[in-house]
């Protein structure tokens, strides 16, 4: 059931229109992501919905309520930025109670909350530490405990783990994954990363020059991209929009269109199969895989293979029919 609305959603900026009539739900305890490159409208959606932008046309709604005139500071929502934002001069548990302490809540009261959420964020023993003291994974944590801390309805993730290296951010991003689905509140993810969209998100919202160009599971989103700019964000490349390979895959397949051939698409000669002349441009290692870079009839393509193909080398590549798909523009 969907907990928040967001309706017709426009807003522009000196001319240029960020968000075109953006429409969105969020259900309860689910986990939305905004994915989009820089400058698509992600962040400037999130800040409308927090009430620390005004749209110019469209209404938030939450739990039926009209947010249009409550201001951010009573939407009881949640925010966690990039930058963690925490109080250098306060300490773990000090940065954590902040927003408790303007609840006017009793100290003992504060501090069960506060333990509470250092066990919930891993971080047990650390109240006491200075936060200019901590890793960046560990201060990741005491801004989630803090975000947390009041029991907002909506927890707001803003470019969460944009500060980390990728071996910590993708152990950190199912970590916050887990917690939030621990804490049962619904979210609102955004990110330029598409696999920490992927792996964080039960939905993914994909967004390019203030529209959402396709909203579904990560699974659906992979398997059956709406269009060929989803495709090409989510990193499946090789999209075939004219030329001669373009030429022959319509004449073999019957179809028409911009084609998609999946990085998984080359397969072994047979069946419905399509073999065609090929020259090995590059392997790539990639740990479980080579991403082998190939040029057939003018267009470059890759693709995913379990070894790689000797570079320089003219050879047959044959593409499995049932991985080219057809896409709208």
Known sequence: MALLHARGISKAFDG?????GIDLNVDESEIL???????????????????????????ILFAGSDMKRVPAHRRHFGLMFQDYALFPHLNVRENIAYGLTLQRLGKKEIDKRVDALLELVN?????????????????QRVALARSLAPSPRLLMLDEPLAALDRALRDH??????????????PAILVTHDQSEAFAMADRVAVLDRGRIL??????ALYARPANAAVASFIGLGNVIREGELHAKLCAR?????IFLIRPDA??????KNICLDARVCENVFRGQHYQTRVEILGAEL?????????AGSRLTICLDEAKIQTLGS
């Open 16 to 20: 240029h229109v960020a968000l075109h």
């Open 33 to 59: 992501a905004l994915l989009g490159p820089s400058g698509c409208g992600k962040t400037t959606l999130l800040r409308i919905i927090a009430g620390l932008e005004t749209p110019d046309a469209g209404d």
């Open 123 to 139: 971080l047990a023993g650390f109240a006491e530490r200075a936060v200019t003291e901590l890793s960046g994974g560990e201060r």
């Open 172 to 185: 950190l991003g199912l970590e916050i994954r887990n917690i939030i689905k621990k804490v049962g509140i």
């Open 214 to 219: 396709q909203c579904d599971t990560p699974a």
């Open 253 to 257: 397949t019957g179809r028409s269109g």
């Open 266 to 271: 080359a397969c072994a000669e047979g069946g």
């Open 302 to 310: 890759v693709f995913r293979l379990d070894s790689p193909l000797p």
